[in-house]
């Protein structure tokens, strides 16, 4: 019987969807749906219109549990499987990976709000995101986690869990994550809700989101890994694309289904209101920064790791793929994970 079953014997609000068979190798999955309590309420004193908060179990029933969380487009599907194909960070999540789902049980969870009950966009912080996942935690009775991995907003959210529940994880693993947003970041994102918020009042909110993606592109990956993948051939006459163009454009029409505008505009938000005091975390920490991030600088990575009363390691390194690293550097960020997860007892 999983964690998740058990719960659901003791209490009624939370249930477990079983949506998949377990997959090969002992690496199976399963939903965990938990309603939010009526009086919950967001930073902002509002509440949050959705009635519950979704995770996924990935791995071994019984198994130490490890929090992953990743980027604002990320969410519960963590792991592919053979049934639903999916999985953000399969790199590292997977039987035999550096976060082993032979060894260890992972839960992910959905970032609120969600999509399908959003008609206008949201204030929500890090530290509601944290108070949501405490929701889950402790529906499943989870009174400790081997450890929260947290990469780009995930990251955030796990520096922001710790500051409020400084016992609850036994280590944190902060993947181009900083302590705040900085400002150039702030910027490009504000220019992007901008674009967003002025194609919605045109009347042409999916053609927002699309441009608003595109932009978000050029700020992901760095102008080194554009110079080597694309040509400067001009179109044949002014308003023609040319080859980053067509990626890009390419991009954000893959992308207009994925999210809705005010969901894209309430966490973007999300990413600049961030704002935690390193020397309030007493949990033990393990950062990864890369020096080509523009989204998150290395020297705020830098700073955090200065800061952080209980720094285990912090390690930095050049990538062509800027902020995306921790999702294309598989080698090395599995490198690293390993290392952090090697005195785990599975």
Known sequence: MTLAETSLL???????EPIDAPVRERGGARDVIVAIPAD???ASGKKLNQPNIVGRLHGRAGAPVVVVAGGISAGRFVHRTETNGLGWWSGAVSVRGPIDLSRYQVLAVDFAPGAEFLDTPVTITTQDQARLLGLVLNHLKIERVSAFVGCSYGGMVALAFAELYPDWAEQLIV??????????ATA???????????AVDAGRPEEGVALARELAMTTYRTAEEFNDRFETTAPDSVGGAYPICEYLTARGEAYRTHTTPARWLSMSDSLDRHSVTPENITTPVTLIGFTSDRLVPIDD???????LPTLWRFVEAPSLFGHDAFLK???FVGDILRTAFKDIKA
């Open 329 to 331: 550097e598989d080698a």
């Open 10 to 16: 003791e209490d009624p609000d939370c249930r477990v």
């Open 188 to 198: 490009w994102r504000g220019i992007q809700r901008r674009i967003l918020q002025f």
């Open 40 to 42: 919950f309420r967001l």
């Open 175 to 184: 993947v181009s994550a900083a302590h705040r947003a900085h400002p150039q």
């Open 301 to 307: 990575i830098r700073e955090l790791a200065a800061r």
